[in-house]
């Protein structure tokens, strides 16, 4: 590649001498990498998103309720609490309470204190697939019926809002990579299209991209998701996916036109077409690898906005739907503000989306330090 | 520079057609029939819904629909009144429910948008002249946090505060109960009162956004060569700062502008939903689960004529704080 600093062509500028020999012998990707983990915050954030999103793979294992098991007896039932120690203050195994309903008209309840009932571990539940494939039945935790735990406690229905989270998390978290795929695809062949053919394509390929560009993405993508207000909740996931990925490719199918119609002036293009490439084998292997550090931040700082449009239509009731959960779809049962104000509890989703927004924009933050093209150029560490 | 203003104003126009086009295809692949919500309601008659049927055409193929309603909808020789068509569930014209609702939100995304930037500029000064401080981390974190939180989220946290500590705030509606027997200043203080919980939502994540982007520009600009220029001249550090430093950090901002009315106008619709503001956002919503097209499409047309005429603005006020920006 041109950039590559441990090569420098002779026309270049000399490379301070300490900066030349810190350099020797690194890839551009070591080197991205060493500047990312530079940036402490986003190594953290990192971490953070590592772990959030084992726990979603680990999901049906990690909760102890399915999905939709819900406790008519129990609904909007305060978070269990968690006792260490037994009432003469000694460190026991934790165990909780079972908990009787007082007010049936606000939904308040008190523990019973007469039972104790041990948390136990790797305890027999509901069967379900782990990746889809290994049918298992072990949970990490559990306690004995009559029972339950509920560390934060239920919604509307009765349901664990934690197996809840952690289930809907397999949807929130991982809806960004199929948009990836999408937005990436579509904008880097859109874009190297229009940018290498230029003239009349491009004139037409852009207006297109305009008019998609220019309603605002909100209100196309509700106006989206009530065209596919008819498709069954088994395969709502799939068509939120569609909707998103046709509101977001536009902006970033104009950046990459506008990189390459710089790219395609340049000599290596005719270099490729003369050894007889065909233009599409041209823009796909030669021109678009080029955009590569632009496509990896650009993508990085979109994934945010992904989560957050996500949870945002499903909040609307327009994405994911019920029985199935997603953070936001479990936030729209906490806009009722008597059930808001009563059971503070619905909230918790609303802090893993933004645990999850802010630790994907730190990243985007370190990604897009790591890779900034001016900090390989100008050959100052950062 | 009239000129450029002409063009663009020229150049919405096929825009527009595109848009019309879009939504009109998206209206036309949703399930439902167009009058299946009329024929249910008892008030009208058979005959009513047969005469409308013809009216719109239904029964002729998509490219004549859309003709049908497009030459209302657009201004022609001939036919300058913009007719959006009827909305089904109010019963009423769309361009009046939509001259109703769009204002509160232009109301509201202007009001945002104003306060955003009086309070991000200072604060992204600040944190670019003291980069690394205390305050620069503690503002940047902020900041970080702002944009990170989701609209509907920090939404429903505020209602939670504001019903639990029983605040004084209107919670839904743009004005109160009697507001037409008020005279000028208490329609405006009621305005303003409603304004309070929506605008608080929509100003944190946009200030957030914005002063991330100003303290940025302000950074790169001071390590320019002719800041260090002016430094090496003798200039004061007040000069330099905001004389010739500040000048060349602001103009992205504006070009900023243009984005931020998108995202404002996005952010609305939530912020409408769950703080019950009527606005365009949640009356699009509305009229999109009543299956009430004309409404929806409307609404998509005045929503990106809002958004078309934020980045034209955008553009003459660069051209008009720039003056190294020549547009023929």
């Known amino acids: 590649m041109a950039t590559t600093p441990t090569a420098p062509s002779p026309g270049a500028p000399p490379v301070p001498a300490k900066a030349a020999e810190e350099y020797r012998g690194f890839s551009l990707t070591a080197l991205a990498w060493r500047r990312f983990r530079r940036h402490k915050l986003a190594m953290y954030a990192s971490v953070v998103l590592i772990i959030l999103y084992a726990a979603a793979i680990f999901s049906p294992f990690l909760a102890p309720y399915s999905e939709t098991r819900s406790n008519r007896q129990k609904y909007f039932h305060p978070p269990t609490k968690i006792h260490f120690f037994d009432e003469n203050g000694r460190l026991t195994r934790p165990y909780v309470y079972n908990y009787r309903l007082v007010d049936v008209g606000r939904r308040i309840y008190e523990p019973v204190t007469t039972t104790k009932y041990p948390i136990k571990f790797f305890v027999k539940g509901e069967s379900y697939k782990l990746f889809g494939l290994i049918e298992w039945d072990v949970h990490l935790y559990g306690v004995d019926s009559p029972a339950v735990i509920y560390p934060l406690g239920a919604d509307h229905l009765g349901r664990d809002i934690v197996s809840r989270m952690l289930h809907?998390?397999?949807?929130?978290?991982?809806?960004?990579?199929?948009?990836?795929?999408?937005?990436?695809?579509?904008?880097?062949?859109?874009?190297?299209?229009?940018?290498?053919?230029?003239?009349?394509?491009?004139?037409?390929?852009?207006?297109?991209?305009?008019?998609?560009?220019?309603?605002?993405?909100?209100?196309?993508?509700?106006?989206?998701?009530?065209?596919?207000?008819?498709?069954?909740?088994?395969?709502?996931?799939?068509a939120v996916i569609a909707i998103l990925g046709l509101v977001s490719w536009a902006g970033f199918a104009r950046v990459i036109r506008g990189m390459v119609l710089s790219l395609r002036q340049q000599e290596f293009v005719e270099g490729a077409l003369a050894i007889g490439n065909s233009h599409l084998r041209t823009i796909v292997r030669h021109i678009l690898p080029n955009t590569i550090s632009y496509v990896v931040v650009s993508i990085t700082l979109q994934v945010p906005g992904f989560i957050i449009a996500e949870s945002s239509l499903s909040f609307l009731g327009l994405g994911v739907q019920e029985p199935f959960s997603s953070w936001g779809n479990m936030l729209s049962n906490a806009t009722d503000l008597t059930n808001l104000t009563r059971y503070p509890w619905m909230l918790a989703p609303g802090f893993l989306i933004f645990i999850t927004v802010l630790a994907w924009n730190y990243v985007g933050d370190g990604v897009r330090d790591a890779l900034d093209p001016r900090a390989v150029t100008s050959g100052e560490p950062r | 520079m009239h000129a450029f203003i002409l063009r663009r104003l020229l150049n919405m126009i096929p825009l527009l057609i595109g848009i019309s086009f879009l939504s009109f295809s998206i209206m036309y692949m949703a399930p439902g029939d167009f009058l299946g919500e009329l024929r249910l309601n008892p008030q009208i008659s058979a005959e009513t819904i047969e005469m409308m049927r013809a009216q719109y055409g239904l029964d002729k193929p998509f490219i004549v629909q859309y003709w049908l309603w497009f030459k209302e909808a657009f201004p022609m020789p001939g036919n300058w009144k913009i007719n959006l068509g009827r909305s089904f569930q109010y019963h009423t014209p769309v361009t009046t429910l939509i001259g109703f609702y769009a204002f509160n939100t232009f109301l509201l995304s202007l009001t945002s948008a104003v306060l955003s930037w009086l309070i991000a500029i200072p604060i992204g000064i600040y944190a670019a002249r003291k980069q690394y401080s205390f305050g620069d981390k503690v503002l940047t974190t902020l900041a970080f946090m702002g944009v990170s939180i989701p609209n509907f989220f920090l939404a429903l946290i505020i209602l939670y505060f504001v019903v639990r500590w029983e605040l004084p705030l209107p919670i839904g509606g743009a004005t109160s109960l009697g507001y037409d027997e008020l005279n000028l200043w208490q329609k405006i203080v009621d305005r303003a009162h409603h304004l309070i919980i929506p605008t608080l939502v929509l100003t944190t994540g946009s200030t957030a956004g914005l002063m991330r982007y100003m303290r940025s520009n302000l950074l790169d600009t001071l390590r320019q060569d002719y800041v260090r220029t002016a430094r090496a001249k003798g200039l004061s550090e007040r000069v330099v700062v905001y004389k010739h430093a500040l000048r060349n950090a602001i103009n992205p901002l504006i070009t900023f502008f243009g984005f931020e009315i998108a995202s404002l106008l996005s952010g609305a619709t939530l912020t409408e939903f769950v703080t019950s503001y009527p606005g365009l956002g949640r009356l699009l919503y509305g009229g999109l689960r009543a299956n009430d097209y004309h409404l929806v499409l409307g609404g998509l047309m005045v929503g990106s004529v809002m958004l078309m005429l934020g980045n034209l603005i955008a553009d003459i006020m660069l051209a008009w704080a720039d003056p190294r920006i020549r547009y023929q």
């Open chain 1, 168 to 238: 809907g998390s397999r949807k929130s978290l991982f809806i960004v990579i199929p948009l990836i795929v999408i937005t990436v695809s579509i904008g880097l062949m859109y874009g190297g299209i229009s940018g290498y053919f230029g003239g009349r394509t491009d004139n037409i390929m852009m207006r297109i991209g305009e008019v998609v560009m220019a309603v605002p993405s909100f209100y196309l993508l509700i106006a989206l998701a009530g065209v596919m207000r008819d498709v069954p909740a088994q395969q709502r996931f799939a």
